[in-house]
Each structure stands twice: as C-alpha cells, then as structure tokens.
Nanobody, 125 residues
Framework: HVQLVESGGGSVQAGGSLRLSCAAS????????LGWFRQAPGKEREGVAL????????VYADSVAGRFTISRDNAKNTLYLQMNSLKPEDTAMYYC???????????????????WGQGTQVTVS
C-alpha cells in the first residue's frame, strides 16, 4: 500500500506561483507512475501532469503545459508540482496520485490511479 500527503496549496493572485508537494510512504517501489490531478467545483477531475517513475518522462495537460512542472526528489520520496503564471481557471482542489499497474497514460486519462492523497486547495484570484 502507498500513502500520499499533499501540502503547499493556498491563495495567490493571478500571475503568481505556488509549489505543491506530495510526500509518499509505504510500498513506493511498486509505483510505476505519479501524477497530479485537479477538480474544480462542478467540474470533472482532470489530469494535470504525469511522470513515469522509470526514466522520468512527463506529460502535461494542454491547459498547463509551459506553466506547470512536475518533478520528484527520490531521496525524499516527494513529488512536486511547480505552478507558475497561475490563472483564475487554475482554481481547484489538487490531488497527487500514484499508480502501480500498467497503462500509465490510460489510467492518467481516466483518472484511475490506485492511490490518492487527501488534496490541497489552490485558489487564484
């Protein structure tokens, strides 16, 4: 089993930056990919950024490409999401998630990762 705990959310003005963190614990060696997702009120959850643990390849949603960066500190078992040039439409609850199966991109597209954090709120005004 894998436990995930997010931190770093908050309120920021448009154009500002935030960095989200996600500390992972448990059977982390089983993880094949990590991701950040978000859900705004009244909207479906969407995948924001994906990282494959083998090789570190990344995928971004079109809406955040060029503004958000997913990264990982293996020594700290921590995943990050650096968010720059934030827009009001980025306002949402942000979740980190981990997947321990195959078909990472498919699971990312469906929001079907196996393990989820509790979420951290990001508000951009």
């Amino acid at each position: 089993h894998v436990q995930l705990v997010e931190s770093g959310g908050g309120s920021v003005q448009a154009g500002g930056s935030l960095r989200l963190s996600c500390a992972a614990s448990g059977y982390t060696s089983s993880i094949s990919c990590l991701g950040w997702f978000r859900q705004a009120p009244g909207k479906e959850r969407e995948g924001v950024a994906l990282m494959y643990t083998a090789g570190g390849s990344t995928v971004y949603a079109d809406s955040v490409a060029g503004r958000f960066t997913i990264s990982r500190d293996n020594a700290k078992n921590t995943l990050y999401l650096q968010m720059n040039s934030l827009k009001p439409e980025d306002t949402a609850m942000y979740y980190c998630a981990a997947h321990d199966g195959g078909s990472c991109y498919g699971a990312f597209a469906r929001g079907a990762f196996a393990y989820w954090g509790q979420g951290t709120q990001v508000t951009v005004s």
